[in-house]
Nanobody, 123 residues
Framework: VQLQASGGGLVQTGESLRLSCAAY????????IGWYRQAPGKEREFVAG????????DYADSVKGRFTISRDNAKNTVYLQMNSLKPEDTAVYYC?????????????????WGQGTQVTVSS
């Protein structure tokens, strides 16, 4: 499975961005897609995740109510709509895929990672 993340950019506080994660290859092994982010000097942290077949999802407390994860199976793409962005959302955002037993916040439970896309929120 290859994952390609895109949609990052530079925005001001309160603005929005939509990230995309396109999956290619052996899609049948994908059970879930997760979005993570990593700010300079910090560990990679879970942001949001979605089950591929059921669309059940989960969010980190820090983004609940502001971010929405969705998927388009026809396009093999998962989206992360980010609204009301804050400077603390600044990070490189990665998407990752895993099987059906993905544990959202456990990095090692994911099998494949995309290359990351930079999100910068200015104050």
């Amino acid at each position: 499975v290859q994952l390609q993340a895109s949609g990052g950019g530079l925005v001001q506080t309160g603005e929005s961005l939509r990230l995309s994660c396109a999956a290619y290859g052996s899609i049948f092994v994908v059970g879930a897609i997760g979005w993570y982010r990593q700010a300079p000097g910090k560990e990679r942290e879970f942001v949001a995740g979605i089950r591929w077949s059921s669309s059940r999802n989960d969010y980190a407390d820090s983004v609940k109510g502001r971010f929405t994860i969705s998927r388009d199976n026809a396009k093999n793409t998962v989206y992360l709509q980010m609204n009301s962005l804050k400077p603390e959302d600044t990070a490189v955002y990665y998407c990752a895929s895993g099987g059906r037993r993905v544990s959202w916040s456990v990095v090692s439970s994911y099998d494949y990672w995309g290359q990351g896309t930079q999100v910068t929120v200015s104050s």
